[in-house]
Each structure stands twice: as C-alpha cells, then as structure tokens.
C-alpha cells in the first residue's frame, strides 16, 4: 500500500494524541508503585485522556513482570502492584488519530532489562527513515538487546497506525530480518521493542479482559444486543470488560465471542518466573526523516 503524505489536521491530530499520551505517562508512571491498585491506575489514565477531549485508542495495558501485553484489571479487581516490573502501555486518539507508547516501571532491581528495551528502542528511532527497510530496525533492536545479554521477544513486533486501527501494516519486527518492506514517508509506525531474560516467545494466557468488534451482526440475546450498543462507540478500537455498563457483561461478551461479533484478546506472557521489559514510541516517517509523537516521556528520551 502506496502512503501519500499526510495533510496538516491528520499531522496535528497525531501531535495532540501524542501530547496527551505523554502527559499522562507522567504522572502514571510515578503512580505504578507497590501497593498500589491496578485498576486504580489504569481508571486514571482512562480519565484524564477523556477529560482533555481525546479517546481511548485502546484499554490501559499493565502487563506484571512476565506478561508482555493485553493485561488490563477486571471491573472489580482488587490486585495491587508489588515488587514487579510493570510494562505500562497507553493508545491515545485524537478524531481517530493515534499516539501509542510503553514504558517499563521497575522494582524489582532489574535495571539492565528496562534499559536493555529503552536503548533498543532508541537505536531503532535513530535507524528509521524513508526508504528504510522495516528489517534493518529490527537489527539494530537485536543487536542491543542481545548486547545487555538478554533476548527479544521475537513473536511480538511493531507496527503501523492508521486513522482508527492502532495495528496496521508495516509489522516492525523485534530482530533482523534479510527480506523486509521499506518505510515510507507518509506512513505512522509504533516501534516496541520488548526484552527478556526467558526464551523470547510469548504464548497466550488465560486471562482476557480486552476485546474489540470483528463484525456487525445482529444477535438474539438481550444483554448482549445491549453490549453490542455500546461497543459500537468505540469506533472498532479494542475496548476494556469494564467500559461496558450492566450486570452480567461476561456472559454477553461471551455470547457476542460465539457469535464472531467480537474478538478476545488474551494476555500474552514469557515463561513463569521470567522478566520481560518493554519500550515503545510513536513516528510520523517524513520525507526526510522521523518525527516522533510521543517525544517527553521523563527517564526515557
């Protein structure tokens, strides 16, 4: 797919969404603390980007030392942090455009692995560009991780961000690769690389709490017609179990799943008793270079 350039509002749109996302990075990076209630945290940040006028582009991801993405607290969950490392990942939009970064909150004294995922992440920022294979990003993410002595994790990537959909192509992988597309000016990639000191493959868990509409279908069943209602305001972005109001929402998102009208997205996680760190910005690819939208987070640019 051929990428035209970006006309001024959509640019300034992916400005504004990056603002806010950095903004409440901030202050919830400093919030992730032992003792502290997840869903106290993710609510937070889910209320301070509604209340500067932006959207959600997806739930808050607190994902706890070897969970690498797609966990976010239950309605009524009651788990606090501990002395774990915690990869906070925050979507953005403004009218559809997308700002998407992570940072990796530490206590559990593993330092090299936060900052193993925050110099790849660099190297790969310094390395993107038009023209530039998606490949070539990958190697200089590799090459870093792989020098602090960990591993990527190869089975997640980066990826593009269209108007509306936080996951597009370019897929940007965690490693070299020899055959790889070209980035392109016009095109918006999220760049996330994630390190590890297991084996650097994540499978699916069992926890699911994020979801997002896969089609319009009608369905038969009360609670679910009525969740269908509110999930389509969120636009066909993933949404959380506890956005949606009434009793018994798990069964209707149940029904819904059965029905291929949604999808679940399980928590996708290392081996037991690993580490994995994560890091990750959003870029404009101009013509002549990068811009990055997400510029400002404290202890990591």
């Given at each position: 797919?051929?990428?035209?350039?970006?006309?001024?509002?959509?640019?300034?749109s992916?400005?504004?969404?990056?603002?806010?996302?950095?903004?409440?990075?901030?202050?919830?990076r400093?919030?992730v603390?032992?003792?502290?209630?997840?869903?106290?945290?993710?609510?937070?940040?889910?209320?301070?980007?509604r209340?500067?006028?932006?959207?959600?582009?997806?739930?808050?991801?607190?994902?706890?030392?070897?969970?690498a993405?797609h966990?976010?607290?239950?309605?009524?969950?009651d788990?606090?942090f501990?002395?774990?490392?915690?990869?906070?990942?925050?979507g953005?939009?403004v009218?559809?455009?997308?700002?998407?970064?992570?940072?990796?909150?530490?206590?559990?004294?593993?330092?090299?692995l936060?900052?193993?995922?925050e110099?790849?992440?660099e190297?790969?920022?310094?390395?993107?560009?038009?023209g530039?294979?998606?490949?070539?990003?990958?190697?200089?993410?590799?090459?870093?991780?792989?020098?602090?002595?960990?591993?990527p994790?190869?089975?997640?990537?980066?990826?593009?961000?269209?108007?509306y959909?936080?996951?597009?192509?370019?897929?940007?992988?965690?490693r070299?690769?020899d055959?790889?597309?070209?980035?392109?000016?016009?095109?918006?990639?999220?760049?996330?690389?994630?390190?590890?000191?297991g084996?650097?493959?994540?499978?699916?868990g069992?926890?699911?709490?994020?979801?997002?509409?896969?089609?319009?279908?009608?369905?038969?069943?009360?609670?679910?017609?009525?969740?269908?209602?509110?999930?389509?305001?969120f636009?066909?972005?993933?949404?959380?179990?506890?956005?949606?109001?009434?009793?018994?929402?798990?069964?209707?998102?149940?029904?819904?799943?059965?029905?291929?009208?949604?999808?679940?997205?399980?928590?996708?996680?290392e081996?037991?008793?690993?580490?994995?760190?994560?890091?990750e910005?959003?870029?404009?690819?101009t013509?002549?270079?990068?811009?990055?939208?997400?510029?400002?987070?404290?202890?990591?640019?």
């Amino acid at each position: 797919m051929s990428h035209g350039p970006l006309d001024d509002d959509a640019v300034e749109s992916y400005r504004e969404a990056g603002a806010v996302l950095v903004e409440a990075m901030n202050e919830a990076r400093d919030m992730v603390e032992p003792g502290r209630s997840q869903l106290e945290v993710a609510e937070w940040v889910e209320d301070f980007v509604r209340e500067q006028g932006a959207g959600l582009a997806f739930p808050v991801n607190l994902s706890v030392d070897a969970e690498a993405s797609h966990a976010t607290p239950g309605r009524d969950d009651d788990a606090t942090f501990g002395e774990e490392m915690v990869c906070l990942d925050i979507g953005v939009h403004v009218d559809g455009y997308i700002a998407d970064a992570a940072v990796t909150v530490d206590h559990t004294g593993t330092t090299e692995l936060v900052e193993a995922a925050e110099m790849a992440l660099e190297a790969a920022v310094d390395e993107a560009g038009p023209g530039v294979p998606v490949g070539v990003v990958g190697n200089a993410i590799e090459e870093v991780i792989r020098g602090y002595g960990y591993t990527p994790v190869l089975n997640l990537s980066g990826h593009g961000v269209e108007r509306y959909d936080a996951h597009t192509e370019p897929n940007v992988p965690n490693r070299g690769v020899d055959r790889s597309v070209a980035l392109e000016p016009g095109q918006v990639v999220a760049i996330e690389p994630f390190a590890t000191d297991g084996r650097g493959k994540v499978g699916e868990g069992t926890d699911e709490e994020i979801y997002e509409l896969e089609r319009q279908r009608s369905v038969r069943d009360r609670r679910a017609r009525q969740a269908l209602e509110e999930i389509e305001t969120f636009e066909g972005l993933p949404f959380a179990a506890r956005w949606l109001s009434g009793d018994r929402v798990g069964m209707a998102l149940r029904r819904l799943k059965q029905a291929n009208v949604v999808k679940g997205y399980p928590v996708l996680k290392e081996a037991d008793d690993t580490l994995v760190s994560q890091a990750e910005h959003t870029l404009v690819i101009t013509d002549d270079g990068v811009e990055v939208t997400t510029e400002g987070i404290h202890g990591f640019d």
